[in-house]
């Protein structure tokens, strides 16, 4: 396990959750080889949409860039060996206004 290894970048997570995306990720690089960015990612998404609910999104590589759109205290990106991780809850689109 590496957690206490990871560098928070920013967020507006609680820290509980943090705590939980960090352990998370470590526990993905304990399974998964750190080439495999596609298998960490889905392992984080599958455990977050478990523990808090659908909608997760996750992004994990080493040069990535993004725009999104989050649910408020939902959004972390962190550095954790050689990878960045980018969780987040998508955020409900208003709806739309007919013309």
């Not at 997570?13 to 080889?33: H, N, R, T």
């Not at 596609?38 to 599958?46: F, N, V």
Request: aromatic fraction near 12%; hydrophobic fraction near 40%.
């Amino acid at each position: 396990m590496l957690e206490g290894k990871a560098l928070i970048e920013d967020t507006d997570m609680p820290v509980k959750m943090q705590i939980q995306a960090m352990a998370c990720a470590s526990q993905a690089l304990d399974v998964y080889d750190v080439l495999d960015c596609k298998s960490i990612a889905a392992h984080i998404k599958k455990e977050f949409d478990k523990k808090y609910g659908g909608g997760w999104q996750c992004v994990v590589g080493s040069n990535f860039g993004c725009f999104f759109t989050h649910t408020k205290g939902t959004f972390i990106y962190f550095t954790l060996e050689t990878l960045n991780f980018l969780i987040f809850k998508g955020a409900s689109s208003p709806p739309s206004s007919p013309r």
